[in-house]
């Protein structure tokens, strides 16, 4: 299966404005639309549902779904009714994104999310979308008719992506856009497949992308550079695997509202000074149009199904991204790829 392109956006806008902006993510070549889900957000972000279902109604054959829910911000029925109800608008263009829970599980005082939780959870409502029926917290849900609702698993740790092998439809990885440490990823969950009797191949391998777009390539480093510091803070093994230099690291934690959602970008740049170029371009994706497709090959070469592009900002649309996917990126990596530009 060709690789494909998918972008994230999160609820910041207008949901009118965000149908829209998926309206041109289809036209121009685009996959999927992901949202993201912590309401509230530096006081910016609305609720993502009600984006998703601007987006079911204004395109066609576009993919979207959430990047992530996760076991804190929603109840269960609250979470399995509108995957009913987006699954339904859509004709089955929905996905459930689901992940422990980071930015979500900080702006509601829990500590950062657990595997525990996240397996209960996806495991709970994988049964209750294939079957029908299922019980959680004790308590038996119903799910009338059953929908095959795909349920994708956000996964950096190796605990969680060879739980993604096991029991997700899909995996979200955050591992960098790296050929080491998306073969180790790679490695995880065929182990994770075969301990529960399946083949990798039942699993839609997505990667979550940070990237940025400048002509100045300083300059599209320093944009995307805040975003790299989840793997210095949260994830430094990532660092290890993929040779490269740096090991955890404290960071300015008061970067409103966090790092990797600054509201401010200089004030991230700035806190992010330390980090070496040469980990930026490793593990983000920028660079020019060749750049892009000869990583976006790489991927593809490994095993990656679908890439979700993360541009720097948290709170507008990646206006630039889309445009160079557009005019550039999704043209050259279709004639790559074989296909027609």
């Known amino acids: 299966m060709a690789l494909t392109l998918g972008v994230r ?9 965000i149908g829209e902006a998926a309206a041109e993510c289809e036209r121009a070549g685009f996959d999927a639309v992901w ?47 509108a995957c009913a109800s987006l699954h ?12 422990a829970g980071a930015s979500a599980a900080r702006e509601l005082g829990f500590p950062l999310g657990k595997l525990k939780q996240l397996r209960e959870l996806t495991s709970a409502l994988r049964r209750l979308f294939r079957e029908g029926a299922c019980e959680f917290d004790g308590r038996p ?28 439809d899909g995996v979200i990885l955050q591992v960098g856009a790296n050929r080491k440490t998306l073969t180790w990823a790679m490695n995880l969950l065929r182990t994770g497949a075969e301990k529960a009797g399946r083949d990798v191949s039942e699993i839609d391998v997505v990667v979550s992308a940070q990237c940025a777009v400048d002509q100045d390539r300083k300059a599209a480093i320093r944009r995307v550079r805040h975003l790299i510091g989840i793997y210095f803070y949260l994830a430094p093994h ?5 040779s490269l230099p740096g090991e ?21 740049a700035r806190a992010t ?4 170029d040469e980990v930026v371009e ?23 199904n679908h890439v979700q592009l993360r541009g720097p900002e948290s709170f507008s649309l990646p206006v630039g991204e889309i445009a160079f996917c557009r005019d550039e990126v999704i043209p050259s990596l279709l004639k790559a790829q074989g296909g027609i530009q």
């Open 35 to 81: 949202m993201t889900d912590t309401p509230l957000l530096a006081g910016r972000w609305g609720d993502p549902y009600v984006c998703l279902a601007l987006i079911a109604s204004r395109t066609e054959r576009l993919k979207f779904g959430t990047a992530v829910t996760n076991p804190y911000m929603r109840h269960f029925p609250a979470v399995a009714g």
């Open 141 to 168: 849900k119903e799910f009338n008719p059953p929908r095959a609702v795909p349920v994708y698993i956000a996964a950096m740790g190796p605990k969680t992506i060879e739980f993604a092998g096991a029991e997700g």
């Open 238 to 242: 990532i660092l290890k695997i993929a």
């Open 9 to 17: 956006f999160q609820p910041s806008q207008n949901p009118a404005e």
């Open 282 to 304: 490793s593990l983000g994706l920028i660079g020019s149009p060749d750049e892009w497709v000869s990583r976006l090959l790489m991927m593809e070469e490994v095993g990656v």
């Open 88 to 99: 339904d608008l859509s004709g089955g263009r929905f996905i459930l994104g689901l992940g």
């Open 273 to 276: 000074e330390f980090i070496p």
């Open 248 to 268: 955890r690291t404290p960071v300015n934690t008061s970067v409103y509202p966090d790092l990797t959602h600054a509201l401010d970008l200089e004030e991230a």
